[in-house]
Structure formats: C-alpha cells, structure tokens
C-alpha cells in the first residue's frame, strides 16, 4: 500500500514525463491572428480605435501642445498680483527656452501618460477633444490622454470612483444595457439632446430628470443613471451591461464596473463634437471623492477641435 | 526550474502594459515566454495533445483580446493562467469523453528510481487520472507540476485557499486508490 509521501513522488514524476512540448506552432497560429483580433477596450483603460482617431489625435495632440505652452507662459510670466520683474510682462508667444529652466512639474502631461498624476494641470484628451483639467487631491491615477482618471486606482464596488471623457462624435445608446447586443439602434445618437433622450429611456438605469448646465462656456446636459443593485453580469449578452457602443466596434465603448455603480453625466456640444464625460461611484464611495471628480469637471478647459 | 520561471515572469511587467496597450512585438515576446509552459499545463490537465494545442490556442488569443482590461499587470501570471484553465475546460467539454491518449513506455524500459516504478503505475495513474474531475486535475497539475503553493493555486483558480487544500487532498487520494489498486491481489489470486 502506498504511503501519501509515496503517492506524491510517483505523481511528480509522472506528470514531469513527457516534457518535450513545444508550442511553436500554436504560437505562430496565435501571432498570425493578432491583426484580425482586436483588443477588447476596458472602461477604464481603453484602447480606443475608432475611425477618426488619428485625425482627432493629431488635432488633439497640437491643441494640447498649444494648451501646456500657454499655461506655462502664464504660469512663468507673472500673475495679476504681480510680483514685478521681467516675468511679469505679458507675453503672446512665450519662449519654450525661457520656459524650460522652471516648470513646475504639475503642469506638464505626465511623459509616461499612465500611473499616478500629480496634484495639478494635466492634459487631458480622448481622441477628438483635447481638455485640461485640475488634479485637486492625491492618489489619482490614469491615462490623461486615453481620457481616464481614477481615485486610488480603484474604480470598482464597493467604493471606487473613476471618470472617463468620449468624444466619439457617434453614441449609439442601447435600449437596454443587459441585452445590448439586440437592443443596439439602427441609427447612432448625435446630438446632446437624441444622446440625453436614449440614455434616459434606457432600461433598469433610473435616470434622473436631465439639468442643463455649462463647462467651460459650452453649454449641454447633465443626467445621472444608476446600475441595479441585483445586476448580474454574467447573465448579460457577453457578460456586459453596456450603456452605448460607437462606431467600428462590435461591443459596448461604456460598460459598467460592478452592480449599484452611479454615473454622473455631462454630455456637451464642444463646437460640433459630442462630448460625454462620464463620474462613476458607488454608495460607499467617500463625498470627498465625489466632490473631487465634480471638481475636476468643473475645472476643465476644453481647446475645441 | 519552473520556480526560476516564476521569477521570470515577475519582471515582465513591462512587456504585459505594453502589450495592454496594443503593442504586438511586445505581446509576441510575453506568449513566447508562456506558450510552452501553457502547453505543457494544458496537455497535462486535458490528458490530450491536439485539445491541449486548440486550448491554449485560444488562450493566448483572448488573453490578447481581454489585456486592456487587466487592471494589475503584476497578476498578470495568475490572471493568464486562469484563462488558459477555463480554455481547457471549454476543450475538455467539447468532448463527450476524454480522448485516450495513453503513452506507455516500452515493456523493457528499465525502473527508474524516482518512484515511478513501473509502466503499471503510469497506467494506473493515467486511469486515475482521468477519473478525476476537471477542478481536481487542475489542483494536481497546479501544485505538483507547476510547483505553485497552495495559496498560488487558490489564487489561479479564484477559489478559497481551504477549497484549494480540499480539492487538493481529494485529487491525491483517488490517485493513491488508483495506485494501491494494483497493489492489491485480484479476487482469483485471492483465491488461490
């Protein structure tokens, strides 16, 4: 009769025969298929690939350049108190030279646009719209140029909170987040108002009654939706309880983290782009964290396209 | 050495975010690294060398496709693994039975002393083996191939580490039935 010291040794070397397998083919299979498998996006850390990414971007990108000199040139050359001194001239196009001795580190765009963002400015853009936005707290995290911070790096239940800016253009709100995937309309929302008017009427969402508001001089519409507490997941098409898809992509853009996850939307018409910035928390998310992510949408500064 | 894999595999960090960010050289290096060993899991949990290749065939493809939404890359070896279990588990289903796939040694290959004592004990093994269930042989493969500790497999598998130990102890003791079964005289030579 075996003893349990035995069985283990004739089960290690059992299972340790035969280990001249070799994967080569399957990997060259795998690596061939690559370019016709797209990555699924994650809410929090998309890889966003519509369309008009490259053009957006490339306009993004040169507004955010434009953005980060002008707020240093403001930064470096005096404040309305006035501190005299040469700095304190105002000057149209200030000097990168001039600039570089002196940055404060807050204000430039992370040079690796991923982790932790300091207390500050950071430019901050999805692909259509460059913005920059005031970091007022510690522990926020993100992609700024993906468009996403989070508090804590933690935007699940029971007490994340994160946000996400889309300047899809093309928002094709599903009628119902569980079953996106027969719900998906034949025509995408457009507009601030047909965007506000689907999301309102979706499923399960308990929306709130849409409240106009401002940022940063454009005018759109705020609305909250909810997440059902007894939301399962898994039972949805895919696993996804999605709240609108954009063009080219075969699963939702927006899905929500966990059930009872509240978002606050701002949707915005920023000279022509639809604009959606989308807070998500939780009931057990601190006020402070709430109160800071509404603070960094009302800092936003948006350098239209 | 498959300790010293683990340590690898630590410091690919680097390539898991840049491979979370779409870049494919970087993605083909990481499956590189893991492919074999994923192959080697997989034919060792599925007892089948073609289900083993179609398994982690669609592991290293939906590990590419669902990256962007891993939110630690450090769990990166925990979180391709438990992918790489649910593929097996998806070939292993497709099939109303396991395939045999039995490989005995040669009649006159000399007893090695490392306790596997006979072309009877891989046999029994084998049988043993296959009677166990899908979660059992995971355990088994998990800690006495990959040399995981417990917890390790607790953590694959997304699972209590008590679950883990149960899973554990229950997998080994069919397979020391499976061995003693042997052992035992047959009820003619019990007879005789």
Partial sequence: ?305 | MIGAVHAEEAMDTDLVVRAQRGDKEAYADLAFGIADRFLAVARRILRDMDLAEDAIQQALLSIWQDLPQLRDPARFEAWSYRILLRACYAEGRKQRRWAPNLRLLPADEPTRGDGMSSVVDRDQLEGGFRRLSFDHRAVVVLHHYLDLPIDRVAEVLGIPVGTAHSRLHYAMRGLRAALDADARPTTQEAAR
């Fill in chain 1, 1 to 305: 009769m075996s003893t349990d010291r035995d069985t283990t040794r004739i089960v290690r070397s059992w299972l340790r025969t035969d280990e001249h397998e070799s994967a080569d083919r399957v990997l060259g299979t795998v690596l061939d298929r690559l370019d016709t498998t797209p990555q699924r996006r994650a809410t929090w850390w998309p890889a966003r690939r519509t369309p008009t990414m490259n053009r957006f971007l490339t306009i993004g990108l040169g507004a955010a350049a434009v953005v980060v000199l002008l707020f240093l040139g403001s930064r470096l050359l005096g404040s309305p108190s006035g501190l005299g001194g040469p700095g304190a001239e105002p000057t149209p196009t200030p000097q990168a030279s001039v600039a570089e001795p002196s940055v404060p580190p807050s204000v430039e765009p992370s040079p690796t646009p991923v982790g932790l963002l300091p207390e500050g400015s950071h430019v901050l853009s999805d692909a259509g719209v460059a913005m920059t936005v005031d970091i007022p707290g510690p522990d926020w995290y993100g992609e700024p140029f993906k468009g996403i911070l989070i508090k804590n790096d933690n935007a699940d239940a029971p007490d994340g909170a994160g946000m996400i800016v889309f300047t899809e253009g093309l928002y094709y709100v599903y009628a119902d987040p569980c079953r996106w995937s027969t719900t998906t309309p034949d025509a995408p929302a457009t507009t601030v108002d047909e965007v506000v008017s689907a999301l309102s009427a979706q499923a399960s969402r308990d929306a709130s009654a849409p409240v106009d508001v401002t940022v940063d001089g454009y005018e759109g519409k705020s609305i909250t939706l909810h997440v059902p507490d007894d939301a399962v997941f898994s039972e949805c098409d895919q696993d996804f309880f999605g709240s609108w898809g954009v063009e080219s992509e075969s699963t939702p853009a927006r899905y929500s983290q966990d059930p009872g996850q509240i978002d606050e939307l701002w949707i915005l018409d920023v000279d022509g782009v639809l604009v959606v910035i989308d807070t998500a928390y939780y009931e057990g998310t601190p006020a402070e964290d709430v109160a800071e992510m509404r603070a960094i949408v009302d800092s936003i500064t948006f350098e239209a396209p």
